[in-house]
C-alpha cells in the first residue's frame, strides 16, 4: 500500500477524531503537559492530565484512551501509571506507552519493562528509546529524552519488541516506522527542526493514543495516520516558522486547520517491508 492507498483513511481518521472529540488520560511527564493537551485539542481530541493514584478508579473508566509517559518519572507517579494502564487494558481501551529517556537508569528501563507486561496497544519511541526497551542496545549508552539512533536503526528492534509485547512498535524520526512485527510501514512526513521542540514526540505519543480511540481495532493503521498527520503540521508549520519557538505555535496551528485537500495531497507513506 503506498501514499495514495493511505490518505484517506488518514483523513477519516483525523475526521473522526474531529467529530468524535475522544477524551485521552495523560499521564505525561512535567516537561511535555503543555503541549500534549494543545495538540490534543488542536486535533480536535479533549485532553485530561489526571495522573494521582486516587483518581484512576473513578476517571479511568470515562476515557476513550490513555498515553503513559515516563520522560520524568518518578516512584510515586509509577502507581498511577500501573493502575491506569491496567485498567484500560482490562476494559478494553487502547493506551500508549512512551519509554521516554528509558535508557536514563535501571529504574527507569524496570519501570518500562513492568508496564510493557500491562499490554500497551502501542510503543512509540525514538530510535535509541525502543533499541534500549527491546533488549538490543548496549549499557550505559544515552544521551536522555533525545535519539542518538536513526529510526531505521531501530527497525530490527521495533519488530522484535513488537513480536514479543504484542504491541505495535512506533519509531520516531526523520522517517516514522511503524510495525506490528510483520509488517514495517514508513511515514515520511515532518521536518526536522520538529526535533528542536521539545516534547513533540511526547505530543505524537497522545496524538496516537486519540486515533487508536476512533480506530481500536486496526491499532497499526491508526498509529501510521497520527503520525502523518503530525508530521503534515509540522511541514506546514515550518514554512511559517522562522524558528523552532514559532514553529511551536505554527505547528498547533496547522493541526488545526489541516483540510481534506491538503491531507490528500500530502500523506507521505509507504511500505518498508
Ligand atoms: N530529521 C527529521 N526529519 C523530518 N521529521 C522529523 C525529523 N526528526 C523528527 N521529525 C518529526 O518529529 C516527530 C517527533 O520525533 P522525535 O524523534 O523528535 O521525537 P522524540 O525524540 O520522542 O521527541 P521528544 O522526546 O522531545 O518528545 C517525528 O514524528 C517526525 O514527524
Ligand atoms: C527534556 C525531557 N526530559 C525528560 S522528558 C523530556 C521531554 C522530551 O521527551
Ligand atoms: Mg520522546
Given amino acids: 500500500m503506498e501514499s495514495k492507498e493511505w490518505s484517506s483513511g488518514v483523513w477519516t481518521r483525523l475526521h473522526d477524531v474531529r467529530r468524535g472529540s475522544p477524551l485521552v488520560q495523560c499521564i505525561t511527564n512535567l516537561v511535555s503537559m503543555d503541549l500534549v493537551a494543545n495538540t490534543l485539542l488542536s486535533a480536535g481530541a479533549s485532553p485530561a492530565m489526571v495522573h494521582s493514584v486516587y483518581e484512576v478508579p473513578d476517571f479511568t473508566p470515562h476515557i476513550h484512551a490513555l498515553c503513559v509517559n515516563v520522560g520524568t518519572l518518578t516512584p510515586d507517579w509509577l502507581p498511577s501509571m500501573k493502575a491506569a494502564a491496567e485498567l484500560a487494558s482490562h476494559l478494553g481501551k487502547p493506551w500508549v506507552l512512551d519509554p521516554a529517556a528509558v535508557s536514563c537508569s535501571g529504574f527507569r528501563l524496570k519501570a518500562c519493562l513492568e508496564l ?158
Fill in 116 to 273: 510493557v507486561e500491562l499490554k500497551p496497544s502501542v510503543i512509540k519511541g525514538n530510535g535509541s528509546e525502543i533499541i534500549a526497551l527491546s533488549g538490543s542496545g548496549s549499557q550505559g549508552h544515552t544521551k536522555g529524552a533525545d535519539s542518538s539512533h536513526e529510526s531505521t536503526e531501530a527497525i530490527e528492534a521495533a519488530k522484535s519488541l513488537a513480536l514479543s509485547s504484542g504491541a505495535v512498535v512506533a519509531v520516531s524520526g526523520a522517517v516514522d516506522i511503524v510495525t506490528d512485527g510483520k509488517r514495517v510501514i514508513g511515514v515520511h512526513n515532518g521536518t526536522k527542526m520538529m526535533q528542536k521542540i521539545t516534547a513533540t514526540g511526547c505530543s505524537l505519543s497522545a496524538l496516537v493514543a486519540a486515533f487508536l480511540s476512533v480506530d481500536p481495532l486496526q491499532p497499526l493503521e491508526a498509529t501510521v495516520s497520527a503520525m502523518s498527520v503530525f508530521g503534515i503540521a509540522g511541514e506546514l508549520g515550518e514554512d511559517m516558522a522562522k524558528g523552532p519557538g514559532s514553529l511551536r505555535m505554527h505547528l498547533i496551528d496547522s493541526l488545526y486547520r489541516l483540510d481534506e485537500t491538503t491531507v490528500l495531497s500530502r500523506v507521505k507513506i509507504t511500505k518498508l517491508c
